[in-house]
């Protein structure tokens, strides 16, 4: 059995539970450990159980509480090296440790696959976990999907997987002509269109449930994204997931 929550998810902040009976583990601390243990209780997750943090790229949406909550649970957080020398000094884990993309990490009962993937970070990554045969992705901040996006997501029986903007809403959006150039580009994010296309071409035999995630509160809308993605629920359940509040649990 394995549980997953999107405790948070948009681009105001990021954190994503996976865990079984005994052991946990975090992908991104992206809003403050307060938040994060409340949320996890509001939903009857036990943050006793959480084991590793793992930190994706260094943007404060995604590491914006890994310190505290590393001092707090006294539990590792692990990045690369190069997150780590980027990331602003006052959320640099006080203990790192250290991983390299493509190689996997083992904590209690699961595998840690992490991977690069295409982001205007240092060295963003994205991770496939693994607990007896199934796996969860957690596939965010992805400007194009690459050939490791499309051979991992294709393992997934659940997957947490960016559908940040609506392309419509972008072009006509508030936002300065630089900012939409760079979310669009292929180290920006992903669309609605393209989390539709990815699914449709990469998406394997065993995925059960895709968690929308990500979702940008000016160029999105929830009901879009899942109006954009619907057509493929017969495949398998698509969910939404929230920028203000925890998802609700579910059971792989």
């Given at each position: 059995m394995i549980e997953i929550c999107a405790v948070a998810s948009g681009s105001n902040g990021n954190c994503y539970y996976i865990g079984n009976d005994t052991d946990a583990i975090l992908v991104d601390a992206g809003i403050s450990c307060r938040q994060i243990i409340n949320r996890m209780n509001d939903k009857g997750l036990d943050p006793a159980k959480i084991k590793a943090i793992f930190i994706s790229h260094e943007h404060s949406d995604h590491m914006r509480g890994a310190r505290v909550l590393e001092k707090k649970l006294k539990v590792p957080v692990y990045l690369t090296a190069r997150t780590y020398n980027t990331?602003?000094?006052?959320?640099?884990?006080?203990?790192?440790?250290?991983?390299?993309?493509?190689?996997?990490?083992?904590?209690?009962?699961?595998?840690?696959?992490?991977?690069?993937?295409?982001?205007?970070?240092?060295?963003?990554?994205s991770f496939r976990i693994e607990h007896e045969g199934k796996n969860v992705g957690v596939f965010t901040d992805i400007g194009e999907p690459c050939s490791n996006v499309i051979s991992h997501i294709g393992l997934c029986d659940a997957v947490f997987l960016e559908s940040n903007y609506d392309e419509d809403m972008l072009v006509k959006g508030a936002y300065p002509w630089y900012l939409k150039k760079r979310i669009a580009s292929s180290v920006g994010h992903l669309s609605n269109l393209q989390a539709l296309e990815l699914l449709r071409q990469s998406a394997g035999i065993n995925l059960k449930c895709v968690f929308l995630s990500h979702l940008s509160g000016e160029n999105n809308t929830p009901e879009l994204a899942y109006a954009t993605c619907s057509e493929l629920s017969s495949r398998f359940e698509i969910r939404l997931t929230s920028r203000s509040a925890p998802a609700d649990v579910f059971v792989l």
């Open positions: 990331a602003y000094r006052n959320m640099q884990p006080a203990y790192p440790r250290f991983f390299v993309p493509g190689k996997e990490i083992v904590i209690g009962g699961f595998t840690v696959f992490p991977f690069a993937k295409n982001h205007d970070a240092s060295e963003p990554c």
